[in-house]
């Protein structure tokens, strides 16, 4: 069993950076992260495999957020610059039991509860 816990998030005005961090209680393997605005369904975000060789972004957020990790730390982060009003959401940090990454929902065994993010001025 994996425990995960998100921190860093916040408001921030447009344009802005947050860093956001995912605490794993164990080994997560593949890791992710997905938000979800309200009245809307949860989505991807990005995903980085176990030894971050292997990382995909959603086309949304390609070029202002970054996906990192320290598996020494058990730690997982999203730097996010450029943000935007349609960033606003509740962020979600997700881990599977392999080392290759997936952008699905269904495919993630573990999650987090989540941290607020709101873009606003």
């Known amino acids: 069993q994996v425990q995960l816990v998100e921190s860093g998030g916040g408001l921030v005005q447009p344009g802005g950076s947050l860093r956001l961090s995912c605490a794993a209680s164990?080994?997560?393997?593949?890791m992710g992260w997905f938000r979800q605005a309200p009245g809307k369904d949860r989505e991807f975000v990005a995903t980085?495999?176990?030894?971050?060789?292997?990382?995909i972004y959603a086309d949304s957020v390609k070029g202002r957020f970054t996906i990192s990790r320290d598996n020494a730390k058990n730690t997982m982060y999203l730097q996010m610059n450029s943000l935007k009003p349609e960033d606003t959401a509740v962020y979600y940090c997700?881990?599977?039991?392999?080392?290759?990454?997936?952008?699905?929902?269904?495919?993630?065994?573990?999650w987090g509860q989540g941290t607020q993010v709101t873009v606003s001025s």
């Open positions: 164990g080994r997560a393997y593949a």
């Open positions: 980085i495999s176990w030894r971050a060789n292997n990382i």
């Open positions: 997700a881990a599977r039991g392999t080392v290759v990454p997936g952008m699905g929902l269904g495919e993630y065994d573990y």
